[in-house]
């Protein structure tokens, strides 16, 4: 199967709402990156973990290496959460391998 | 006051021709990487560079070759290009070399189209 999996591949959600995305690995990694892409394509990262839970205002997010998989949970979701967030565990030689994302849509 | 630039943002080149992206990052950072997006696959690792060193390239063309003239400077160059080179180019570096595990920062990327 694909080394990184990512659930579900689309989310609609309405503003206030909250919900969670996972990401599962093939393999034991040594951290993980969350990534949004925004409508202009830019990356902006969200959290890097090598262990444990991140928290930053709505955002939280969880790295299990030896179950081999990560979580990001959104709450309160504002109109400026639309975007696809890539998941990217790293391996050794500090690569990211990326998921394939998970669209995100915020309706008012 | 992005640290990492990238040069062009969008490119148009014909099939066949022979492009160059640049990178510069003013971080300090020891490592720096280049990835790809296409329509057809996800983000993909190409290249890592550590202290100016080449070590790792998961790209099967040479076609693709990264050039590094200075420690905070990855160039890549792209030749004979195809339309299946379209696709943005990202350019990233990291604080320690790629045997240190750590966070990666991204320039904004180079878009570019092949025709």
């Known amino acids: 199967g694909m080394p990184v999996e990512q659930n579900p591949p689309a989310l609609s959600l309405y503003e206030g709402a909250e919900s969670g995305l996972r990401c599962n690995f093939s393999?034991?990694?040594?951290?993980v990156q969350w990534f949004q892409q925004n409508h202009r394509g830019r990356l902006i990262t969200l959290f890097y973990?090598?262990?444990g839970t991140k928290e930053n205002g709505r955002l939280k997010s969880t790295f299990n290496s030896k179950e081999r998989y990560s979580t990001l949970h959104i709450k309160d979701a504002q109109l400026e959460d639309s975007g696809t967030y890539f998941c990217?565990?790293?391996?050794?030689?500090?690569?990211?391998?990326f998921g394939i994302g998970t669209r995100v849509l915020v309706r008012p | 006051d992005p640290k990492i630039i990238q040069k062009p943002k969008y490119l148009v080149a014909v099939t066949g021709s022979e492009k160059i992206l640049i990178c510069e990052q003013y971080?300090?950072?020891?490592?720096m990487y280049w990835y790809r997006q296409s329509a057809k696959k996800p983000l993909e690792f190409m290249f890592s560079?550590?202290?100016?060193?080449?070590?790792d390239n998961q790209t099967a063309s040479s076609r693709f070759q990264p050039q590094s003239s200075k420690k905070n400077h990855l160039d890549l160059q792209i030749t004979a290009l195809k339309p299946d080179d379209s696709a943005t180019y990202f350019c990233?570096?990291?604080?320690?070399?790629?045997?240190?595990?750590?966070?990666?920062?991204f320039g904004e990327g180079s878009k570019l189209t092949v025709l």
């Open positions: 990233a570096s990291s604080p320690g070399g790629v045997t240190n595990t750590g966070q990666l920062y």
């Open positions: 393999t034991t990694m040594k951290g």
């Open positions: 973990l090598a262990q």
């Open positions: 990217a565990p790293i391996s050794a030689g500090n690569k990211l391998t």
């Open positions: 971080l300090g950072h020891n490592a």
């Open positions: 560079y550590s202290y100016q060193k080449l070590m």
